[in-house]
């Protein structure tokens, strides 16, 4: 009470003052003067409400008193009042109809923003509260209602109106079309989960366009020539299919799932852009003498993404060459053709699989003969994956082959055959983790868990051995079994055939003679037998002595000897049983007897394979199939750690910006082989010890520190949003265990205790007055980090510690700006507000400071 009533004294006799110096009209001097006289020395005249003294005394009559202003203007410039006071003061005037008030005060406001600035740490937020109540007393709803709708004043009312951080626009990045991100992440993404669903690529393609600032008409573009150039890049190899299939099948539901059907011009605008790389348009076509720009733009039509007119207006402007002659062959001969004729095959296939097995069994024989032969099979499975239809295809071949695998007659038996090598050459392909249920008790899905030879699943030899054998019926050179066999009996006991031959062999029981005899009879009429002999016969090879491997590597080339059987049916199972066999061969890294660009191992060391294929992604601009390859193969050998510290080095080698901006997206893309593990290993080991080398620092350096820093923020988003997708990151088999919340939220935990340790880092090698390249690449890496956001990182923000902005900004000011600082905090927490507040009156101090010497250096 005894404060109170000081207070009110003090403010009555500093009305008291006002009035008297009024009345004898003093100068603003003089007010100075005498004001010194009431208020206490170091004591602010917002304790006793001075600036809102003054302003009602201003403001009494029909105009504003320009003395009794200039009083105010004083005790601002003296620091006897605070702006924070100034402005609440001023946003609390309602009295609009007295337009000379207003307008005087609007003057008045206006000549003191210049200096608006604080230095005491409690006037911090209580300014930036009032800059905001005098931004909401500018959008005020009294004076948007008298104005006309063609008054200009009025746009400007409704823009204060919604005034946000994001009116003060970042810089937007502007890159050269094309550019090289999509197509090689296409490259490196599809190898490494071709059954990626439409839902998954697009929204992660939208993480993209955030992420370099697309135009959606640009990124739909960089979609469709990727696409385009992956498949020009594997034509005439098996991995034509796969590309075909996802160029002019799943890129239009790709589209679709962006675009919406309501989105036709910029997909118009996008072919139009394609159209300008009329190159490889002409390169296509001639493959597939065809026109792949009709088929595209048909398939779009068919999902109403474009009408007939639009269509028939972007195939007139494709001006193609007249040495190209086009749709020459039969419907099926080019990929295009071949690709959406094979659309309907596999849509009869699962309908034919559907039904009964009893009731179309001979048919379903017959029919299954003939996806065996040429590319059918190949298509087929391309177009299924694309579709989604992969695993049902699965389900629907185990349904039949669990209702082949007893009885002995020919037609079943065969049966039987051709489904088990169709669903191992889908398991090889795809992963079972793709396409099978973590917990089927069928036949196949048991050989598989079992017995199947898996990249990067070993299994024991000693695991795949049974008790029974069959070695008495090879070894007299028995090829046919009796009716009611088991092939469930068979396939597991042939593992226990193959090590007793082995054992036999190399004891000298057995001579090769008697080997090849019984590999002959293991071979006889059933496929299923030599690759169930061949996995057995890898997988005890992938862990025996280095000097033991010579016979069992015969015995497999004598499993994969020419057959004798002549029949058509027979060499379409026996052609795709080597194929799966000698895939088995590189999945354990065994040598070919032939050349072979898929091996796994390489006598070129693991830096000169990843160079190759950088050089190769930085001169052309995209990646080819074989990089990315190899790039999944060094992953799987060296680990994420080495494939990110070398993809690094090869990065900071390149000098001008042009590169360097194709060497982040080719970073970036080659880092999605695993993108969480690589970019949990950028944070945590490899940017620590390259920023803290000495020896390195040489090419830590503009502009590959910017560089740097843009693709660390790049790898920090796309890393959040994969390892928030888990259905994406974990293979099917973990995905049960990682549904409990704990384990759901470890990875993103994890991605950000890296991210904080590392800001951390540099928080504590910030030196006053000591600027060095640990300093910029913080800098950097904060701005890169707000650039780039997307709207659901806030928590990638809020890791940075507001300490190591308020250093940096001390340190480096002239680096930051206003827009910076608005987007770096969070508005709608305290501590966020606070943080801004005070960081921005630091750089406005900064601006003020110097803004003398600028006008004079003018």
């Known amino acids: 009470m005894v404060m109170e009533s000081k207070t009110t004294s003090k403010t009555s006799c500093l009305k008291a003052l006002l009035l008297r110096a009024w009345r004898e009209r003093w100068t603003d001097l003089q007010w100075g003067i005498n004001i010194k006289t009431v208020l206490p020395r170091g004591v602010s005249g917002d304790v006793y409400n001075l600036a809102d003294c003054i302003l009602q005394q201003a403001v009494v009559g029909a105009g ?62 209580v300014l930036a509260t009032a800059v905001l109540s005098v931004a909401l007393w500018l959008k005020c709803l009294e004076l948007e209602a008298t104005l006309a709708e063609s008054d200009e004043v009025l746009k400007y009312v409704h823009k204060l109106g919604s005034i946000d951080i994001s009116m003060l626009c970042l810089p937007v990045n502007s890159e050269k079309w094309p550019g090289s991100l999509i197509q090689c992440w296409l490259e490196v993404k599809l190898i490494g989960n071709p059954v990626s669903s439409t839902t998954i690529l697009a929204e992660q393609l939208q993480i993209f366009q955030t992420l370099k600032g697309f135009s959606d008409s640009r990124l739909y573009a960089e979609l469709m020539r990727g696409s385009l150039l992956a498949l020009y890049n594997v034509s005439q190899t098996s991995h034509e299919s796969q590309w075909g299939a996802f160029a002019f099948l799943k890129v239009p539901h790709i589209l679709l799932e962006l675009a919406g059907k309501s989105d036709t011009i910029n997909v118009v605008n996008a072919v139009e852009l394609m159209l300008q790389h009329s190159p490889l348009l002409d390169a296509m076509d001639v493959n597939s003498s065809c026109s792949s720009l009709k088929c595209l733009l048909d398939e779009l ?54 039904t009964d097995y009893h009731k179309i069994q001979d048919a379903l024989l017959g029919m299954l003969h003939q996806v065996l032969t040429g590319k059918s099979f190949e298509l087929i499975l391309a177009v299924a994956t694309v579709q989604g239809q992969l695993r049902t295809l699965v389900n629907r071949l185990i349904r039949f082959n669990e209702c082949s695998k007893s009885g002995g007659d020919k037609a079943r038996s065969q049966l039987f055959d051709i489904t088990f090598l169709m669903l191992v ?87 090769a003679s008697d080997v090849k005899r019984i590999l002959d009879a293991v071979r006889g009429k059933m496929c299923c037998l030599p690759l ?33 059987i002549e029949e058509d049916s027979w060499r379409d199972r026996w052609q795709l049983t080597c194929e799966i066999i000698r895939k088995m061969q590189r999945d354990v890294q065994l040598p070919l ?205 809020a890791a940075i510690p507001p300490a190591l902005i308020s250093d940096l900004l001390k340190t480096l000011p002239e680096l930051f700006s206003y827009p910076l600082l608005l987007h770096l905090h969070d508005v709608y927490t305290t501590s966020g507000r606070i943080n801004m507040a005070k960081d921005l009156c630091v750089l406005r101090n900064y601006h003020l400071k110097n803004a003398p010497s600028i006008n004079n250096n003018n």
């Not at 105010?72 to 006071?85: G, N």
């Not at 080991?685 to 080398?693: F, G, S, T």
Request: glycine share 4%; aromatic share 8%; net charge neutral.
């Open 532 to 564: 169930a002999a061949a996995a057995w016969l890898c997988a005890y090879m992938r862990t025996a002595p280095q000097d033991t491997l010579l016979k069992p590597i015969n015995m497999v080339q004598q499993l994969l000897a020419t057959s004798v």
């Open 593 to 797: 007897p032939t050349k072979s660009s898929h091996h796994l191992v390489s006598r070129q060391p693991a830096t000169e394979q990843l160079h190759t294929a950088w050089t190769k992604g930085i001169s052309r601009g995209w990646l080819d199939h074989n990089s990315a390859r190899t790039l999944h193969c060094l992953l799987d050998t060296a680990g994420p750690r080495w494939l990110v510290s070398a993809v690094i080095q090869e990065l900071l080698k390149l000098r001008y910006r042009d590169q360097l901006q194709r060497g982040v997206d080719l970073a970036l893309a080659i880092f999605h082989v695993d993108i969480g593990g690589c970019t949990l290993q950028l944070l945590s080991h490899v940017l620590p010890q390259l920023l803290y080398n000495d020896l390195q620092a040489d090419s830590l350096m503009e502009p590959q520190l910017p560089a740097l820093a843009y693709l660390t923020s790049y790898c920090v988003y796309t890393a959040w949003d994969a390892l928030s997708e888990d259905s994406d990151v974990e293979p099917v088999a973990k995905i049960p265990r990682l549904c409990d919340s704990l384990e759901d939220t470890k990875p993103l935990e994890k991605l950000i205790s890296s991210l904080r340790q590392l800001l951390n880092m540099f928080e504590g090698g910030i030196q006053e007055g000591s600027i060095t390249q640990q300093t910029y690449f913080a800098f950097y890496l904060i701005k890169s980090l707000v650039e780039v956001k997307i709207s659901s990182a806030n928590s990638v923000l």
């Open 64 to 125: 504003a008193n320009q003395l009794v202003l200039s009083y105010l203007r004083h005790s601002l410039s003296a620091q006897l009042v605070s702006h924070a006071a100034v402005l609440q003061r001023l946003s609390k005037y309602n009295q609009l109809s007295k337009n000379h008030c207003v307008f005087s005060l609007l003057e008045f406001l206006e000549g003191m923003l210049p200096g608006v600035t604080c230095c005491g740490k409690p006037e911090e937020t």
């Open 425 to 511: 050459t889908i398991v090889q392909n795809y992963g079972a983790y793709a396409v099978l249920d973590t917990d089927g008790d069928s036949l196949f899905e048991q050989w598989v868990r079992s017995c199947m030879v898996e990249r990067q699943r070993p299994k024991a030899p000693e695991q795949l051995l049974r008790l029974e054998s069959l070695l008495q019926q090879f070894n007299a050179g028995e090829a046919d079994f009796k009716a009611g066999v088991k092939w469930q009996d068979v396939l597991f006991n042939i593992a226990g055939v193959m090590h007793e031959v082995l054992v036999a062999w190399e004891q000298g029981a057995l001579v």
């Open 301 to 354: 039509a068919k999902i109403r993404l474009l009408n007939e007119p639009q269509v028939k207006h972007l195939l007139e402007k494709r001006k193609t060459p007249p040495s190209l002659k086009l749709d020459t062959v039969p419907a099926t001969t080019g990929i295009p053709k071949a690709i959406i004729f094979a659309e309907s095959t596999t849509a009869g296939i699962l309908k034919t699989l559907s």
